[in-house]
């Protein structure tokens, strides 16, 4: 019996051995022996179905239990010490579950890590992919071209170096353009409403093994030209073969640099610009004159130095209405220091003349030619008309009839008898000269001293009644006018310039000290602003034409 019961108990203990050697043998890789097959398998399974490895272990812990269970009831049979060491070895047993469940739960946790970490490589990796080809589409790399020398310096920057061969050459050569093309600049120019102070053409392009080439894409042009500075103005124009002239809209940067973008290279011209206003010198000269050993003809005005916007125009060149423009010629000097001289000989030309930079303008007229007739006032004076008593005719009488007698009405400002202004020469005796005999004796006495500067500079007092004996003339006699028009004095005087008769009558006659005539008129011959006195015409009687009564330089009765 004993040997019975021996050999069921060593029966258990080799079952619950193979129990826990196949538990353990079908959880290689939690001990590290099993093979790369058994794991990729496991791994296969896990990610297909992750509640199959619980499942599995399920399984295996209820077939265990059963086994441990029967085994359990074939042992209450035996003897009480069969029963304690089946219970030592069902312990055992136990312990081993637990370490198995232990080791299953290991086994899913790491399970579970390795489908994170795949997952999150799997979902990572294309999200890297696509930021690296952002990055790369967002921020493409630039290429530089420098061409430096001594006159100029340029830059030309493109976005993408794909836009520009890496072996292509910067090549800039100063051109001088043609006058025809600068004019087409400066035309150009005007619309920026600056003046131009100075111009910079430049042909601009790339080479490549010889070859020219044109990039992909619009870059970025940065010229240092001497002259400019930060704060300056400047304009970029493009001049194509066919010299058409495009604005670049260029402009000046905080280095002084001249900038503006472009996609095709050939010429460009950079211009200097200045102010706002130009100032234009015009000069007035009679073509009609003999020109002067320096090639200059008479000027017939005074210069006119005018201040007009860049582009403006000077609205008429004809400064005064007795001359006739017949040609304007325009100088200016040019970008290189040249002069430049514009000759318009038809109003239609002149009249559109527009400046675009400091310039003196050369008006040259001709004369009007023609036969003006003025309206003119004579005034006529008496100044010895006779002595007499008042009523009649009396060589011993006691009145002398004069102009300059003191009871003359109409003398304005009559001071001390001797202080007016008098008709017809007069002195004291003290004069170097002759006295006149036109007054008579009474009013030869009157004076009207004033002072003046003589020729040496000198300040002396004249006696404006009297011939000075010399050059010197008199002046500061006139006032002005007054509101009606007529001319005051600054001296005492008997009304010289009164428009009414001043008469008087004797022996039943009528006797002018003044009289007025306001019907005559003047002839004269008009050449430009000059007048030459022709011939004096009085008005006809009864409505007839009026006649001439004097040719110019003789003496006529009124």
Known sequence: MKNVKGNKRRWKQ?????????????????VGFASMEKEEATTAAADGNPDNSDVKVQSEDADSEEDIQTESLDASEQSESSEEKTTEKKTETTEAEKKTGADESKKEKAEETTKKETKATTETAPEETTTEATTSSAKPEPIVKEYKSDEVNVTVTAADKNDLPEDAELVVEPVELSEKTEKKVEEAALKEK???????AYDIHFELYGEEIQPGASVQVSVDVPGISAGQNAAVFHVDDNNKVENMNGDVD????????????????????????VTATIKHYNDDSTADANGEKKKIYSDDVLEIPV???????????????????VENTNTDGTKNRQNYVNESEYSK???????????????????????????DYTIMAGRGDGTYWNPNGSTYY????PSNPSYHGIGSDSARLTMGESGNGNDNHTISQENYSEYRNYTCNVSNINENGQTKTWNANAWTGTKQVVTGLLKGLDSNGDVEFNYPEPGFF???????????????????????????????????????NKPGTNGSEETKVAEAGENFSL
């Open 14 to 30: 080799l079952v619950a051995i193979f129990i826990v050697a196949v538990m353990l043998f079908t959880t290689p890789h939690i």
């Open 194 to 200: 600056r003046t131009v102070k100075k111009v910079h």
């Open 254 to 277: 905080k280095k002084g640099d001249v900038v503006f973008e472009t996609n095709h290279f050939s010429t460009y011209v950079i211009v200097q610009q200045g102010s706002t206003k």
């Open 311 to 329: 582009g403006g125009r000077i609205n008429d060149y004809a400064k005064a209405s007795n001359w006739n423009v017949k040609k304007v010629i």
């Open 353 to 379: 003349i527009t400046l675009s930079k400091d310039s003196t303008v050369e008006v040259y007229y001709t004369p009007k030619k023609t036969t003006v007739k003025g309206q003119t006032k004579f005034y």
């Open 402 to 405: 004069s102009i300059n007698m």
């Open 498 to 536: 009164d428009n009414s008769d001043l008469s008087f009558t004797s022996n039943g006659k009528t006797r002018y000290l003044r009289k007025v005539f306001t019907d005559y008129k003047l002839v004269f011959a008009q050449n430009g602003d000059s007048y030459q006195l022709t011939q004096v």
